[in-house]
């Protein structure tokens, strides 16, 4: 039979269908499937809708596509982070961007975000993600005063106070180290994740130790120890004898355990080459421009890019599970750390109320392609 023909005897034969009594139904289909060679479930899908209105099973829709806009608006926002990290911030985030005027959403495509779990942020922005790249590393071993400095390892920070930080420099030196080329200082505080970058023209000690002191007074808490891995720009006696004059624990990870310095290794990543890149930049214009990118963008990761931390970790089987706690920026975690002090709270939270997430990123957008045209 025709598909023509079928079409035609379908919609002869569907209203009486419709209308007919339980035995009816089956003498009905008994004969269609005779005459088309139909399955018999699917003759009954032919019999009770027409074609093209195809009755949808399952449960209905929850997440349209506004709501999917929506969240991929936000997701761009808040520079793409996992969804582990940004469904917790959600809510927050939302009300940061309508109180700045950056984002304009119905009641019920709101309703709908705020509560995306993040299993459902990963499948929306399934097909929206990029690749990663490897950079070079520059990092050249000290050995003088490996005896005099402390190790430090990855389990020993489990009851670290805000003032630890975790420090490691990162090159903009391209396909080649030869010659000199700007650096990032990473340094990442252990209890709170708050993160503060510093652009260098060079890697020496004279250098370093004053982008130390630079992120020391930057700091909202006391900088109360620093860990390094056994580079040479670490590893030295100016840096030592600065420590021991200011009272900060100076400690060091063992040499090829890059786990034990987990919290600046990932700052790396996250922070400076997914801002940054791997190309190279080797003039003191763009040391400087580096240096005013990061004036915005340390605010924006410590405002409003949220961090989960490890708080537990067993092995079951050969395998080794983790759990985290609720994502949450290191301002917000600064706030409720009972060694932060009153008064800088309340600076903290001033300083929040004044700033615009879309607004840094436009003016490190702008800055970061002045970049790039000098880089190589």
């Keep these: 039979m025709t598909k023509t ?7 002869a034969v569907r209203p009486r269908y419709v209308r007919a009594t339980r035995g009816e ?3 009905i289909l008994d004969e269609f499937v005779a005459v088309t060679g139909y399955h018999r479930k699917a003759a009954i899908g032919r019999l009770r809708t027409s074609r093209g209105r195809k009755r949808r099973t399952g449960r209905p829709t929850v997440y349209t596509p506004a709501v999917t806009a929506a969240l991929l608006e936000v997701w761009e926002h808040c520079d793409q982070i996992c969804s582990k990290r940004l469904a917790p911030f959600l809510t927050e985030m939302v009300a940061v961007l309508e109180r700045e005027g950056e984002l304009r959403l119905p009641p019920e495509v709101r309703e709908r975000l705020v509560v995306m779990s993040p299993a459902t942020v990963d499948r929306r922005l399934r097909n929206h993600r990029g690749d990663r790249r490897k950079g070079r590393c520059t990092t050249r071993p000290g050995a003088l005063l490996r005896a005099q400095v402390a190790v430090h390892t990855f389990a020993d920070w489990e009851d670290a106070r805000p003032g630890f930080l975790e420090m490691d420099l990162v090159a903009h030196c391209g ?5 000199e080329y700007a650096h990032t200082l990473t340094a990442v505080d252990v209890a709170t994740g708050w993160c503060e970058p510093a652009a260098l023209w060079n ?5 370093v130790q004053q982008a130390i002191e630079e992120i020391r007074e930057r700091l909202p808490f006391p900088l109360r120890g620093l860990d390094s891995d056994n580079d040479s720009a670490f590893l030295n006696w100016p840096l030592k004898r600065y420590c021991e004059e200011h009272r900060i624990t100076f400690t060091r990870s063992r040499p090829y355990k890059k786990n034990d310095q987990a919290h600046v290794e990932q700052k790396n990543w996250s922070v400076v080459r997914r801002l940054i890149g791997y190309q190279r930049y080797d003039s ?3 040391c400087v421009l580096l240096g005013v990118v990061y004036e915005d963008y340390r605010r924006y990761v410590n405002f409003f890019q949220p961090v989960r931390k490890l708080v537990a970790k067993e092995r079951v089987g050969n395998k080794i599970r983790k759990r985290y706690d609720r ?10 750390s009972v060694d932060v002090t009153k008064e800088v709270k309340l600076r903290l939270e001033e300083q929040y109320r004044q700033l615009n997430p879309v607004d840094l990123r436009r003016r490190m957008e702008e800055k970061l392609r002045q970049l790039r045209k000098l880089g190589r």
């Design 5 to 11: 023909g079928v079409e035609e005897l379908v919609r």
């Design 25 to 27: 139904k089956t003498r």
């Design 175 to 179: 396909e080649t180290t030869a010659g």
């Design 203 to 207: 890697r020496s000690q004279e250098t």
């Design 284 to 286: 003191r214009e763009a």
């Design 327 to 336: 994502a949450a920026t290191p301002y917000q975690r600064a706030r409720a």
